[in-house]
C-alpha cells in the first residue's frame, strides 16, 4: 500500500514531441506528490508539485494532471527538448513524524534532436 | 543562493575501511534527510534528523550511522563499507511538519568500494 507505480520505465521521444510519464498509489493519506528531475551524476531536482486538492498545475512546459478518484497522476512535457533528458521520478509524501516520501522507480526518458 | 552541499562529490574507500560523508545546507531547514541511490534505482531513504531528533527506518542496517553537530550539518558514517554499500548517497532538506513537503536535494556522493 506503500508503493508508487511508475510507467514507462523508457521513453524516446522526438523533439517537438509529448512526453507523458504516469504514476498510480495506493495511500490515500499521501498528500504531496512531487516530480523529480535528475541529470546523470547529479543529485533529483524538484520540477513541479501538486497537492490531492487540484486537478491540473502547470509551469511553462510542464503539467501535472491529477485524478485523485483513481488515484494516478501524471507528468505531461510539452515541446520535448533534448536537453529534457534525463529521469523522472514521481514520489507521493506521507506525514510520519515529518514528510516522507515514497518514490516511484523512474522514467529515463530521451528526446531524439 | 541557497544550497545543500556535499562533499567528497566522489569517494574511494576500502572494504571495512569507516568512511563519513558529508552534507551541509543554508536553507536553514529543519529536517535533513539522507537517502541510498544505486545504479538505476530510486533513491531509498536510510534515515532523517528532525532538528535534533534522529529517526532511523526499519531496514537500514546498523553499519549505517548519522550525526547532526548542529542545523547545517549533517553527516553519513558507514562503519564497516562492503560491497554492496556501494552507491550514490543523497542528502536531503526539508523545513518540516505545517510546512511545505519539498524537498531539497544536493548532488551527491558516489561511494566506491575496493
Known amino acids: 500500500q506503500q508503493q508508487v507505480k511508475q510507467s514507462p520505465q523508457s521513453l524516446i521521444v522526438q523533439k517537438g514531441g509529448i512526453s507523458i510519464i504516469n504514476c498510480a498509489y495506493e495511500?490515500?493519506?499521501?498528500?504531496?506528490f512531487p516530480w523529480y528531475q535528475q541529470f546523470p551524476g547529479k543529485g533529483p531536482a524538484l520540477l513541479i508539485a501538486?497537492?490531492?486538492?487540484?486537478s491540473e498545475k502547470k509551469e511553462g512546459r510542464f503539467t501535472i494532471s491529477f485524478n485523485k478518484s483513481a488515484k494516478q497522476f501524471s507528468l505531461h512535457i510539452m515541446d520535448s527538448q533534448p536537453g529534457d533528458s534525463a529521469t523522472y521520478f514521481c514520489?507521493?509524501?506521507?506525514?510520519?513524524?515529518?514528510?516522507?516520501?515514497?518514490f516511484g522507480t523512474g522514467t529515463r526518458l530521451k528526446v531524439l534532436a | 543562493d541557497a544550497m545543500v552541499i556535499q562533499n567528497p562529490r566522489y569517494q574511494v574507500t576500502q572494504f571495512g575501511k569507516p568512511v563519513t560523508l558529508s552534507c551541509s545546507q543554508t536553507?536553514?531547514?529543519?529536517?535533513m534527510y539522507w537517502y541510498q541511490q544505486k545504479s538505476s534505482q530510486a533513491p531509498k531513504l536510510l534515515f532523517h534528523y528532525y532538528d535534533k531528533d534522529f529517526n532511523n527506518e526499519a531496514d537500514t542496517p546498523d553499519n549505517f550511522q548519522s550525526r547532526r553537530p548542529n542545523t547545517s550539518f549533517c553527516f553519513l558514517d558507514i562503519r564497516s563499507p562492503g560491497l554492496g554499500d556501494a552507491a550514490m548517497y543523497l542528502c536531503?532538506?526539508?523545513?518540516?511538519?505545517?510546512?511545505?513537503?519539498?524537498?531539497?536535494f544536493g548532488d551527491g556522493t558516489r561511494l566506491s568500494i575496493l
Open positions: 536531503a532538506t526539508g523545513r518540516g511538519t505545517g510546512y511545505s513537503p519539498a524537498q531539497h
Open positions: 536553507l536553514n531547514h529543519n529536517v
Open positions: 514520489a507521493a509524501s506521507i506525514l510520519s513524524g515529518t514528510y516522507k516520501y515514497i
Open positions: 501538486i497537492r490531492p486538492d487540484v
Open positions: 495511500n490515500t493519506a499521501f498528500d504531496y
